[in-house]
T-cell receptor, first 115, second 115 residues
């Protein structure tokens, strides 16, 4: 069965420090991968996506993610975190031969940013 | 209006009330979704509509009744809810259901409180 694991429920980083949020997926075929961000009380906003091609994808707000098939991972990175990046981050996987349009979401990682 | 809009943004209702949540997408998409997001729980997919036809109903109690009159509008009719139904209800839309088409765009959500 498809699944997404975000091992870190909560991460705290200092402003200006680098960030890496982990995401591991389980799916037999080539997945479509997404990272979304959710600010408190808001909906989810797409940060970036991977469908095919270059395994390092660039997104909005200075984020990037790298697809590593051998590790079944799609980790999100940012070289220098800003206080406004404090939010919840969700990794999601959708498959080529999807069943009814499902995206499978991870449980989310809450990011706090220290001044 | 652009993107996906949801009304109302906040709703407080008693267990015997009947209310409806509305979602409208301005993206020309063909698929729409309802999700439930409870505190400390993963996103739960409730319903999926494609071209106004329901394609998925994830064992949702009958006190939640969706309606999709056209590809731009989605409603969630609520009646005799329970306090555990209090959550953020998110609407999303996508161009289609499979492959690259199921990149989902989310509305801001309706925060529902059941007393």
């Amino acid at each position: 069965a498809q699944s997404v694991t975000q091992p870190d429920i909560h991460i705290t980083v200092s402003e200006g420090a680098s960030l890496e949020l982990r995401c591991n997926y389980s799916y037999g075929a080539t997945p479509y991968l997404f990272w979304y961000v959710q600010s408190p009380g808001q909906g989810l906003q797409l940060l970036l996506k991977y469908f095919s091609g270059d395994t390092l994808v660039q997104g909005i707000k200075g984020f990037e993610a790298e697809f590593k098939r051998s590790q079944s991972s799609f980790n999100l990175r940012k070289p220098s975190v800003h206080w406004s990046d404090a939010a919840e981050y969700f990794c999601a996987v959708g498959a080529l031969y999807n069943q009814g349009g499902k995206l499978i979401f991870g449980q989310g990682t809450e990011l706090s940013v220290k001044p | 209006e652009t993107g996906v809009t949801q009304t109302p943004r906040h709703l407080v209702m008693g267990m015997t009330n009947k209310k409806s949540l509305k979602c409208e997408q301005h993206l020309g998409h063909n698929a729409m979704y309802w999700y439930k997001q409870s505190a400390k729980k993963p996103l739960e997919l409730m319903f999926v509509y494609s071209l106004e036809e329901r394609v998925e109903n994830n064992s949702v109690p009958s006190r939640f009744s969706p309606e999709c009159p056209n590809s731009s509008h989605l409603f969630l009719h609520l009646h005799t809810l329970q306090p555990e139904d209090s959550a953020l209800y998110l609407c999303a839309s996508s161009q289609g259901l499979s492959g690259t088409y199921n990149e989902q765009f989310f509305g801001p959500g309706t925060r529902l409180t059941v007393l």
